[in-house]
């Protein structure tokens, strides 16, 4: 084959290669000044030596990937998923507990984390499946697999718990939608969003019932939903043509029939399954007042290190708020704080950018393969960043909910650097071969 | 191109747009906390910087001749950090510290509610007695630390009512003056109040950065400030006549107030009984304080200014001098001692001034006013009632008789001169004529002066008629005496007129039958006048002024005690032994001193209150003194 003389180097992107390169020295200087250990960087006990380490180890993988051919990627892509399906069942049962969640193995001194390769590999069994006889998405029972391999590894994920990582695969959503999922999902799905909000705000206030005193205001709320969409499905049927109503009023009853279930299966949910402390978690994000003041600690000293950061910040390894420890997992998922904190607006707003930059350019290097199995790869990985880069962001400066989950290249830790250089070193091979594959 | 559903590649736009979208939206935010408020930033100030302040040693006060009154002593205060006294065995602690659990557990509520990170304060000014046990054991409890803080100390423990209070300040200190925080100190009173400002200097400011755990991790020296010492205020008390004072008025009621004639300073200032003022100190203060409020002689009550008593016969020599002034009397006017209109003592029958003062003819005086008051022939007695008392009462307060006397003695009551106004609320228009008033003429009735109104009275006769408002401080942090304290205040009588009056002030003392024999100290020429003011219903209140020597006066005060009866019995020899003790420094008359250190009350056998006799003899830790005259 071709491929076997490419000159790798010629054809790859170097763009992407430099914006990794560079986002990792960036969250290398982060993390050291975080851990406040500027004075002894060459310790490698430290958790900045550490880093400098996995730093080194990724570096060699990197090359390795680009060595290796793309078809490897391409047929072993089965053997990948069931490999990292085992370890996640075996996290379960051998795995090291560490903040609550049962998701690590520990490997002396270093620790291991399943669920950072489950992502590389889930995107590889989507590219393999989706890409497989080239004719995707026209069965409903094809659907249904696509899904399944998807919810597989996020269910074992859910069970250590890991909330962060399933909410990552669900961006998968982005690459079924460019694969043809109908743009309805998506519709719902926001439908959902502003159902989601409205319930949680409602369901925290107090209301007061006939018979029934004062209780949560949600179920005024489930009342004026149940009676404004039947008024409003109503009106819809009468303005439609005759041979159409059937149909309206199917797919009507239906919405409003989910929509509610939805909104009282959430309400329920927050109320009775989700712990107070967790409760008050997302009762914070929305604003609403909490008896206890510890709940916003984080998330309060999170925002005042990012907003005392100025235009430009207080300069590398002199921002106290992250320094002295008043940020909390401040060189892993607070690491943006750090950023905040000590570059100012113009840094922060610089690995914004980066990010942005790194996202939209994976999505370039998606549409400009003829290999569909690279595309739908290459959208995972996208999704898979923009997750992150959503999820992770958001929280720290208080548009999201406190999620656990690391800010790509940026956060402390090799499992989330191994894995994502996994992700764009196969990517980055991938696209090298653009040329010379025609599947 | 079906395969690679390239019919969907429209899609992607969508893609992309959601993530600028996400992007923008960060950038906006990002925006608007980094850039467009303060609150973040003011945030994180609040969390990390924490401002040390660096007390500023607080002024001395030293007495006239620079010997130290007022000191700073090492004192320590017990801090607590909540967040680590979880789990502390408080009942332990509580007896550790000698409180009651509940008092223990509600100051470490209050310290928690201040901040469970931070250092507050949980007991304040223990002695290095009180640190020494306390230190033994403070290793158990990891949140307890010891915190130096200097406290004041009354180096004598004399002058406490003068010198005043320093301690916590209050919510409306802090509300006054945004300097103080809680748990700072202040001078409440005395002193240390009025001159607090001058006392309290400059506190510094050291910028520490600190960690979550409240450990100081850096410092930002570029903001730190140095504190200034306040300044140290020299007063006019002299120290020895000071504690002599306040010794002979051990066990009796009054007051004592000396003064340099000359300036108008303050050497000697007695209220008795008086009190050691660290007693109010420190963590004894809230008994010491008790006792001392609940006490039947009220030892917290100033009666050297607060005290507004009946000036009695001293004020003779006032009607003497206006009415020689007004040209009503000569020195050679004699008058009849007229027995029908006024209560009298002694055997004298037609005196002239002199004779008058020593012998305090009350006749001589009550006809002396009624010149003075009638002195229009062709109106009648109600006019002439008015008119004249409202010319007297001017002439009376240029003695300094109802004013304040420049209240730079801080507390000074001004006393009252009758005037017109108060008759005629009274008694109302035109019903009231001299036979009404004629009781001010001897220093009775309405008049009311303090002691240091008397003293006054003394340095103006000394002065021969001219006072210097009296004041307490000489110098304020080297820079001299504030130009305010010097102001004289001329009595509009010519100095002619007060040879006689002193001639009788030194018969009063020197005459065989003088009243106030027991104010002679042989060898120097004392003026002096005796006062017993009639107490209806107790036993008089004894009363003396001096000034001494005669010819240029080093002294003037006066003595009162309260029903002690006459003024030669007890005022008189406590004035003497103050004029010998300040002009010798010593005292050769031993026999006059043991008499009044000795006396105790009942000083008049027919006013005895044993309940409170017992507990001065206990408060006043003079077992010895009980033999009364």
Same mark, same amino acid.
């Given at each position: 084959?071709?491929?076997?003389?490419?000159?790798?180097?010629?054809?790859?992107?170097?763009?992407?290669?430099?914006?990794?390169?560079?986002?990792?020295?960036?969250?290398?200087?982060?993390?050291?000044?975080?851990?406040?250990?500027?004075?002894?960087?060459?310790?490698?006990?430290?958790?900045?030596?550490?880093?400098?380490?996995?730093?080194?180890?990724?570096?060699?993988?990197?090359?390795?990937?680009?060595?290796?051919?793309?078809?490897?990627?391409?047929?072993?892509?089965?053997?990948?998923?069931? !490999?990292?399906?085992?370890?996640?069942?075996?996290?379960?049962?051998?795995?090291?507990?560490?903040?609550?969640?049962?998701?690590?193995?520990?490997?002396?001194?270093?620790?291991?984390?399943?669920?950072?390769?489950?992502?590389?590999?889930?995107?590889?069994?989507?590219?393999?499946?989706?890409?497989?006889?080239?004719?995707?998405?026209?069965?409903?029972?094809?659907?249904?697999?696509?899904?399944?391999?998807?919810?597989?590894?996020?269910?074992?994920?859910?069970?250590?718990?890991? !909330?962060?990582?399933?909410?990552?695969?669900?961006?998968?959503?982005?690459?079924?939608?460019?694969?043809?999922?109908?743009?309805?999902?998506?519709?719902?799905?926001?439908?959902?969003?502003?159902?989601?909000?409205?319930?949680?705000?409602?369901?925290?206030?107090?209301?007061?019932?006939?018979?029934?005193?004062?209780?949560?205001?949600?179920?005024?709320?489930?009342?004026?939903?149940?009676?404004?969409?039947?008024?409003?499905?109503?009106?819809?049927?009468? !303005?439609?043509?005759?041979?159409?109503?059937?149909?309206?009023?199917?797919?009507?009853?239906?919405?409003?029939?989910?929509?509610?279930?939805?909104?009282?299966?959430?309400?329920?949910?927050?109320?009775?399954?989700?712990?107070?402390?967790?409760?008050?978690?997302?009762?914070?994000?929305?604003?609403?007042?909490?008896?206890?003041?510890?709940?916003?600690?984080?998330?309060?000293?999170?925002?005042?290190?990012?907003?005392?950061?100025?235009?430009?910040?207080?300069?590398?390894?002199?921002?106290?708020?992250?320094?002295?420890?008043?940020?909390?997992?401040?060189?892993?998922?607070?690491?943006?704080?750090?950023?905040?904190?000590?570059?100012?607006?113009?840094?922060?707003?610089?690995?914004?950018?980066?990010?942005?930059?790194?996202?939209?350019?994976?999505?370039?290097?998606?549409?400009?393969?003829?290999?569909?199995?690279?595309?739908?790869?290459?959208?995972?990985?996208?999704?898979?960043?923009?997750?992150?880069?959503?999820?992770?962001?958001?929280?720290?400066?208080?548009?999201?909910?406190?999620?656990?989950?690391?800010?790509?290249?940026?956060?402390?830790?090799?499992?989330?650097?191994?894995?994502?250089?996994?992700?764009?070193?196969?990517?980055?091979?991938?696209?090298?071969?653009?040329?010379?594959?025609?599947? | 191109?079906?395969?690679?559903?390239?019919?969907?590649?429209?899609? @992607?736009?969508?893609?992309?747009?959601?993530?600028?979208?996400?992007?923008?939206?960060?950038?906006?935010?990002?925006?608007?906390?980094?850039?467009?408020?303060?609150?973040?930033?003011?945030?994180?100030?609040?969390?990390?910087?924490?401002?040390?302040?660096?007390?500023?040693?607080?002024?001395?006060?030293?007495?006239?001749?620079?010997?130290?009154?007022?000191?700073?002593?090492?004192?320590?205060?017990?801090?607590?950090?909540?967040?680590?006294?979880?789990?502390?065995?408080?009942?332990?602690?509580?007896?550790?510290?000698?409180?009651?659990?509940?008092?223990?557990?509600?100051?470490?509520?209050?310290?928690?509610?201040?901040?469970?990170?931070?250092?507050?304060?949980?007991?304040?000014?223990?002695?290095?007695?009180?640190?020494?046990?306390?230190?033994?054991?403070?290793?158990?409890?990891?949140?307890?630390?010891?915190?130096?803080?200097?406290?004041?100390?009354?180096?004598?423990?004399?002058?406490? @009512?003068?010198?005043?209070?320093?301690?916590?300040?209050?919510?409306?200190?802090?509300?006054?003056?945004?300097?103080?925080?809680?748990?700072?100190?202040?001078?409440?009173?005395?002193?240390?109040?009025?001159?607090?400002?001058?006392?309290?200097?400059?506190?510094?400011?050291?910028?520490?950065?600190?960690?979550?755990?409240?450990?100081?991790?850096?410092?930002?020296?570029?903001?730190?400030?140095?504190?200034?010492?306040?300044?140290?205020?020299?007063?006019?008390?002299?120290?020895?006549?000071?504690?002599?004072?306040?010794?002979?008025?051990?066990?009796?009621?009054?007051?004592?107030?000396?003064?340099?004639?000359?300036?108008?300073?303050?050497?000697?200032?007695?209220?008795?009984?008086?009190?050691?003022?660290?007693?109010?100190?420190?963590?004894?203060?809230?008994?010491?304080?008790?006792?001392?409020?609940?006490?039947?002689?009220?030892?917290?009550?100033?009666?050297?200014?607060?005290?507004?008593?009946?000036?009695?016969?001293?004020?003779?020599?006032?009607?003497?001098?206006?009415?020689?002034?007004?040209?009503?009397?000569?020195?050679?006017?004699?008058?009849?001692?007229?027995?029908?209109?006024?209560?009298?003592?002694?055997?004298?029958? @037609?005196?002239?001034?002199?004779?008058?003062?020593?012998?305090?003819?009350?006749?001589?005086?009550?006809?002396?006013?009624?010149?003075?008051?009638?002195?229009?022939?062709?109106?009648?007695?109600?006019?002439?009632?008015?008119?004249?008392?409202?010319?007297?009462?001017?002439?009376?307060?240029?003695?300094?008789?109802?004013?304040?006397?420049?209240?730079?003695?801080?507390?000074?009551?001004?006393?009252?001169?009758?005037?017109?106004?108060?008759?005629?609320?009274?008694?109302?228009?035109?019903?009231?004529?001299?036979?009404?008033?004629?009781?001010?003429?001897?220093?009775?009735?309405?008049?009311?002066?303090?002691?240091?109104?008397?003293?006054?009275?003394?340095?103006?006769?000394?002065?021969?008629?001219?006072?210097?408002?009296?004041?307490?401080?000489?110098?304020?942090?080297?820079?001299?005496?504030?130009?305010?304290?010097?102001?004289?205040?001329?009595?509009?009588?010519?100095?002619?007129?007060?040879?006689?009056?002193?001639?009788?002030?030194?018969?009063?003392?020197?005459?065989?039958?003088?009243?106030?024999?027991?104010?002679?100290?042989?060898?120097?020429?004392?003026?002096?006048?005796?006062?017993?003011?009639?107490?209806?219903?107790?036993?008089?209140?004894?009363?003396?002024?001096?000034?001494?020597?005669?010819?240029?006066? @080093?002294?003037?005060?006066?003595?009162?005690?309260?029903?002690?009866?006459?003024?030669?019995?007890?005022?008189?020899?406590?004035?003497?032994?103050?004029?010998?003790?300040?002009?010798?420094?010593?005292?050769?008359?031993?026999?006059?001193?043991?008499?009044?250190?000795?006396?105790?009350?009942?000083?008049?056998?027919?006013?005895?209150?044993?309940?409170?006799?017992?507990?001065?003899?206990?408060?006043?830790?003079?077992?010895?003194?009980?033999?009364?005259?």
């Amino acid at each position: 084959m071709s491929s076997r003389s490419l000159n790798v180097a010629a054809r790859l992107d170097w763009i992407t290669l430099l914006t990794l390169g560079v986002l990792v020295v960036l969250g290398w200087l982060n993390i050291v000044s975080a851990t406040a250990e500027a004075e002894v960087v060459w310790d490698m006990g430290g958790k900045a030596g550490k880093q400098l380490i996995w730093m080194g180890v990724c570096a060699v993988l990197m090359v390795g990937l680009l060595a290796v051919e793309g078809v490897f990627y391409i047929r072993t892509s089965v053997v990948h998923y069931t !490999a990292v399906m085992l370890l996640l069942m075996a996290v379960l049962v051998v795995g090291r507990k560490v903040g609550g969640a049962r998701s690590w193995f520990g490997v002396g001194s270093f620790g291991i984390q399943p669920s950072e390769f489950a992502k590389t590999a889930t995107a590889l069994i989507l590219a393999w499946f989706l890409s497989r006889d080239g004719r995707p998405w026209r069965t409903f029972k094809t659907r249904l697999q696509t899904l399944a391999l998807i919810a597989a590894p996020a269910g074992l994920i859910l069970l250590q718990p890991d !909330a962060g990582t399933v909410l990552v695969f669900g961006g998968f959503i982005f690459v079924l939608y460019r694969e043809g999922l109908s743009g309805n999902v998506l519709l719902v799905g926001v439908g959902m969003l502003v159902l989601a909000v409205l319930t949680i705000l409602l369901g925290a206030s107090e209301s007061w019932y006939p018979f029934l005193g004062s209780t949560s205001g949600f179920w005024w709320f489930l009342l004026s939903l149940a009676l404004l969409g039947t008024l409003t499905l109503l009106l819809v049927r009468a !303005a439609t043509l005759p041979r159409r109503r059937k149909a309206v009023s199917r797919w009507g009853t239906a919405l409003l029939l989910g929509g509610m279930a939805f909104s009282t299966g959430l309400h329920l949910g927050m109320e009775q399954v989700l712990k107070k402390h967790q409760r008050e978690r997302i009762h914070v994000l929305f604003g609403i007042d909490v008896d206890n003041p510890d709940a916003d600690y984080n998330i309060r000293h999170a925002k005042a290190a990012i907003g005392s950061g100025g235009w430009t910040g207080k300069g590398w390894a002199r921002g106290p708020m992250t320094a002295y420890g008043f940020v909390p997992e401040q060189e892993t998922d607070f690491i943006f704080c750090t950023v905040g904190e000590e570059w100012g607006f113009l840094g922060s707003a610089g690995v914004v950018g980066l990010f942005m930059f790194l996202i939209l350019r994976v999505l370039h290097l998606a549409e400009r393969q003829r290999s569909q199995f690279t595309r739908v790869y290459a959208y995972a990985v996208a999704s898979i960043l923009f997750m992150h880069f959503l999820v992770n962001i958001g929280m720290v400066i208080g548009l999201a909910p406190v999620i656990g989950i690391p800010l790509p290249f940026f956060s402390y830790g090799g499992s989330s650097l191994m894995g994502f250089t996994l992700l764009l070193g196969i990517l980055l091979r991938l696209d090298a071969e653009r040329f010379a594959v025609l599947r | 191109m079906e395969l690679n559903g390239d019919h969907l590649s429209g899609r @992607q736009r969508i893609v992309g747009a959601m993530v600028l979208a996400v992007g923008l939206v960060f950038i906006i935010r990002l925006f608007q906390m980094q850039v467009t408020t303060d609150e973040y930033r003011n945030r994180a100030e609040r969390l990390t910087e924490e401002q040390e302040l660096l007390h500023p040693s607080r002024g001395l006060c030293l007495d006239r001749h620079g010997e130290l009154l007022v000191n700073n002593v090492p004192g320590y205060e017990l801090m607590v950090v909540p967040r680590a006294m979880a789990g502390v065995d408080t009942a332990a602690l509580a007896t550790l510290l000698s409180l009651e659990t509940d008092n223990l557990v509600s100051r470490l509520n209050k310290a928690r509610r201040y901040s469970r990170y931070k250092a507050s304060p949980l007991l304040r000014q223990l002695n290095a007695e009180e640190y020494a046990a306390l230190s033994a054991e403070l290793w158990k409890y990891p949140g307890l630390s010891i915190r130096t803080k200097p406290v004041r100390e009354n180096v004598f423990g004399i002058a406490s @009512q003068i010198v005043g209070e320093y301690r916590e300040v209050d919510r409306q200190d802090m509300n006054d003056d945004g300097r103080y925080r809680l748990g700072d100190y202040k001078g409440k009173s005395g002193i240390e109040g009025l001159h607090e400002l001058d006392l309290r200097g400059t506190p510094g400011i050291r910028h520490h950065l600190v960690d979550v755990r409240n450990n100081v991790r850096n410092t930002l020296t570029e903001l730190d400030s140095m504190p200034v010492a306040g300044d140290d205020l020299t007063l006019t008390l002299d120290t020895e006549l000071q504690r002599y004072a306040e010794a002979l008025m051990r066990g009796k009621r009054g007051a004592v107030v000396a003064l340099e004639p000359s300036t108008g300073e303050v050497l000697a200032f007695v209220s008795a009984p008086s009190f050691d003022g660290n007693l109010l100190t420190g963590t004894s203060r809230g008994a010491a304080y008790d006792s001392l409020a609940k006490h039947p002689w009220k030892p917290l009550y100033n009666r050297a200014i607060r005290g507004t008593y009946r000036p009695g016969s001293i004020f003779k020599m006032v009607q003497g001098l206006i009415g020689m002034q007004q040209g009503v009397i000569s020195p050679r006017t004699h008058i009849v001692c007229n027995r029908d209109v006024i209560g009298w003592h002694g055997a004298h029958t @037609q005196d002239d001034l002199r004779r008058a003062v020593v012998h305090s003819c009350n006749p001589y005086f009550y006809d002396v006013m009624r010149r003075m008051v009638n002195q229009h022939p062709d109106k009648d007695k109600f006019d002439n009632a008015r008119l004249g008392l409202g010319w007297w009462t001017e002439r009376v307060k240029d003695f300094g008789f109802g004013t304040d006397l420049g209240g730079h003695v801080p507390g000074t009551r001004s006393g009252l001169v009758p005037d017109t106004t108060y008759y005629n609320n009274i008694y109302g228009r035109r019903h009231w004529t001299f036979r009404t008033i004629y009781s001010i003429s001897i220093g009775e009735g309405e008049l009311l002066a303090t002691p240091l109104h008397m003293a006054n009275l003394a340095a103006i006769m000394a002065n021969r008629g001219w006072y210097m408002e009296p004041h307490l401080i000489r110098d304020i942090g080297g820079k001299g005496k504030p130009e305010a304290l010097h102001v004289r205040q001329d009595v509009d009588v010519d100095e002619v007129h007060f040879t006689a009056i002193l001639d009788a002030m030194q018969d009063v003392i020197e005459d065989p039958s003088g009243t106030g024999r027991r104010a002679l100290t042989p060898g120097i020429a004392t003026c002096g006048k005796t006062g017993t003011v009639q107490n209806p219903g107790k036993p008089d209140h004894s009363v003396f002024m001096a000034f001494a020597p005669r010819e240029n006066p @080093q002294i003037a005060l006066s003595v009162y005690v309260e029903n002690a009866g006459a003024g030669g019995e007890w005022a008189a020899p406590i004035a003497g032994l103050l004029v010998e003790k300040y002009i010798r420094g010593n005292i050769d008359d031993k026999a006059r001193e043991s008499r009044v250190i000795g006396a105790t009350y009942p000083l008049d056998p027919t006013f005895v209150d044993p309940a409170s006799l017992a507990q001065i003899q206990a408060a006043s830790g003079d077992p010895e003194s009980q033999d009364a005259p």
